[in-house]
């Protein structure tokens, strides 16, 4: 378990540096990146095999998942903890996993995160609470990035 840790922690460092380095040197960055995810969403492997294709293409994917969340919610760029929590989930996608957050450890960030990465992948994605205003109120933070 600490060798499978030790690479999704390096794992996150390489994908929060790229993530970092997307920048956009002139125009608008919501068009950049609905323009990315459009190239994307056209190929044609991606239309045959949504999820073959973003697995094999994580190295893109992820980069461009974090960037979009940070773009969306300005200035607040996902935490490392959140980054390792989202690779722990997609590398977990055959087996399931449950994770448990803190409070105040940005568990509506983490769930954002995730649940993009799965529609991308081709899942229909239902995200619940049972907390009324809590599940308002991470709809609308999460509302612009999910656009």
């Known amino acids: 378990m600490t060798l499978k840790l030790n690479k999704i922690a390096k794992e996150a460092k390489r994908f929060k540096e790229e993530a970092l380095k997307k920048g956009v040197s002139e125009g608008d960055e919501k068009s950049k990146i609905s323009r990315e995810i459009q190239e994307i969403l056209n190929k044609k492997s991606y239309q045959d095999n949504a999820f073959e294709y973003v697995y094999s293409h994580l190295d893109k994917i992820i980069p461009l998942n974090l960037y979009t969340r940070s773009i969306a919610n300005h200035p607040q760029f996902p935490k490392d903890t959140q980054i390792v929590s989202l690779l722990l989930f997609v ?26 990465f799965l529609a991308l992948c081709g899942n229909a994605v239902d995200i619940g ?10 709809e609308q933070k999460c509302r612009s990035f999910f656009q």
Do not use: C, F, W
């Open 91 to 116: 590398h977990s996608n055959d087996k399931g996993l449950l994770g448990q957050v803190q409070t105040s450890e940005g568990k509506t960030l983490i769930v954002g995160l995730t649940a993009a």
């Open 129 to 138: 609470s049972s907390n009324r205003d809590l599940a308002i109120e991470g």
